[in-house]
């Protein structure tokens, strides 16, 4: 199935849109103004050593001076690796002045500085190469043995002989061809190449890798043998990318494209409603029925509903249609939505036992398509589906939007009679505590009518049982949940 990638250019953003069929499959966003220093590689110069910490502030040109401690020293590693007892201490490994690479490997927090290692590691689509650590180590997530051993072993022969370093063998890397591990193994080569020769002729701080941006990574990590063009709407941006896969990607720079349109480049395929629509619990299916997706800290679930879908022979009919269309608007909105974790998938219970064979062999054909690893478990005995899918990001409602600020991200606020009470009972509680000439209410709108509408008797009760009296006041900017109690 070809698909189409489109990349949105903006000086605070870029958006990239993977279109499948007329629709949209992926969206994946990067603002300028959250992009950290995590992976950055920089020539560094020792600006003080602290034997007492066993540390060393360290100047990359970030402003502010950078954290290295011994532990993330790359000989003094190797030595307790090795048993060394004890360490070399850090005042006779660095000396201010000294120039060296360093990794960041945690970004600024406050007044802190990043957290640097010499322990350097380029990463890769399928690859991760360490210059400094000559073993070749396999993802704990391939957990089959056989399968660790013919991937190390297979790695091993593809690397050239005078190359020095070793690599870690990423999940991606499991259905790898030869041909995309020896692209992977030269792209690695090539970027190191190019770091050292700036570590020698550059002084120090200086950036010698920036981790990739987003279109650089949608070139590195997206596009595949069925991407038929990547259409670009910057011009300075896509000649910066087209000398950038030149240098590392040669086989995709003839679909690299300059969108110059007069629409929108996103508007050719409705993708800022798609992006809406992907925000939103409830999504349509073309039958009539729909889903209902609830994103939690610990798990996702998908509720599947027929809605006012009634076609087919019969109900079981009915069921079954709903569900199969139902399994391929899952796998996309999946991939769309980038949820991860554990997912939970309750479809419309079949009692038929080929039905849901049917739709579990759909879903599965679906989510086949998805570049993310996945498991996927058959039902269970309370007719749930339970699967994976790796979090590679964070997802589209992370990167767009935050907790509701009047229901605390609950959903769901309380109703105007509940306030009402409770504040009833508040007042009841101050009025034997102090002794003011008058109480007043400070609400939202729809709890001051209902003061004045239904609950005007109880209002009227309580004020003649605390013996003072209690006025209302409409507050136009709180939200439904907010109240204030004056003691006048």
């Not at 056989?146 to 070793?166: I, M, S, Y």
Request: glycine share 8%.
């Amino acid at each position: 199935m070809t698909e189409d990638i489109l990349i949105n250019v903006s000086p605070y953003e870029t958006r990239v849109a993977v279109i499948q069929q007329g629709a949209v499959q992926e969206l994946h966003i990067e603002r300028t103004s959250q992009k950290g220093y995590v992976g950055n590689i920089y020539l560094g110069r020792v600006a003080r050593v602290l034997p007492g910490m066993q540390s060393a502030f360290i100047d990359i040109g970030l402003g502010r001076a950078a954290f290295l401690h011994i532990a993330d020293i790359r000989e003094s590693r190797q030595e307790r690796a090795h048993g060394g007892h004890p360490a070399t201490p850090i005042e006779k490994l660095l000396f201010e002045g000294q120039t060296l690479m360093v990794q960041v490997i945690k970004d600024p927090i406050g007044t802190k500085g990043a957290r640097l290692s010499t322990q350097i590691s380029v990463a890769g689509r399928m690859l991760v190469y360490l210059p400094y650590d000559p073993h070749i180590g396999i993802s704990q997530r391939i957990e089959s043995e056989a399968e660790r051993n013919q991937l190390r072993d297979r790695v091993q022969h593809l690397v050239p002989t005078e190359e020095k370093g070793g690599y870690i063998v990423r999940t991606q890397a499991e259905d790898a061809s030869d041909e995309e591990l020896a692209a992977d193994i030269a792209y690695l080569g090539k970027l190191w190449a190019i770091m050292q020769q700036q570590a020698r002729t550059k002084g120090a701080p200086w950036l010698l890798h920036e981790d990739l941006n987003l279109a650089q990574r949608v070139l590195r990590d997206v596009v595949s043998t069925e991407t038929a063009s990547i259409q670009i709407d910057s011009r300075s941006s896509f000649t910066r990318l087209l000398a950038w896969a030149r240098e590392f990607t040669p086989s995709v720079i003839d679909k690299v494209m300059h969108y110059t349109g007069e629409r929108p480049l996103f508007d050719l395929y409705n993708v800022d409603d798609e992006i809406n629509r992907g925000l939103s619990r409830r999504v349509e299916l073309k039958s009539g029925g729909y889903l209902i997706i609830d994103q939690t800290e610990a798990l996702t679930t998908i509720d599947v509903n027929t809605g006012g879908f009634v076609g087919g022979r019969n109900f079981d009919d009915t069921i079954f249609k709903t569900n199969l269309e139902a399994a391929q608007a899952i796998a996309r909105q999946l991939r769309l939505r980038n949820l991860g974790g554990i997912v939970i998938l309750d479809f419309i219970d079949m009692e038929n036992l080929e039905h849901r064979e049917s739709v579990l062999g759909e879903l599965r054909k679906a989510l086949a398509r998805d570049r993310t690893r996945i498991t996927l478990n058959g039902f269970t005995q309370l007719g749930l589906v339970e699967m994976t899918r790796k979090r590679t990001r964070e997802s589209l409602s992370h990167v767009l939007c935050e907790s509701c600020p009047t229901c605390q991200g609950r959903g769901q606020v309380k109703t105007p009679r509940t306030l009402c009470y409770e504040i009833l009972r508040e007042i009841l509680r101050e009025a034997r505590q102090f002794n003011p000439k008058e109480f007043r209410i400070l609400a939202a709108q729809a709890v001051v009518d209902l003061f004045l509408e239904e609950e005007s008797q109880n209002l009227a009760a309580l004020g003649d049982f605390i013996g003072k009296p209690i006025s209302l006041q409409v507050e136009g900017i709180y939200s439904q949940e907010q109240y204030d109690i004056i003691l006048m």
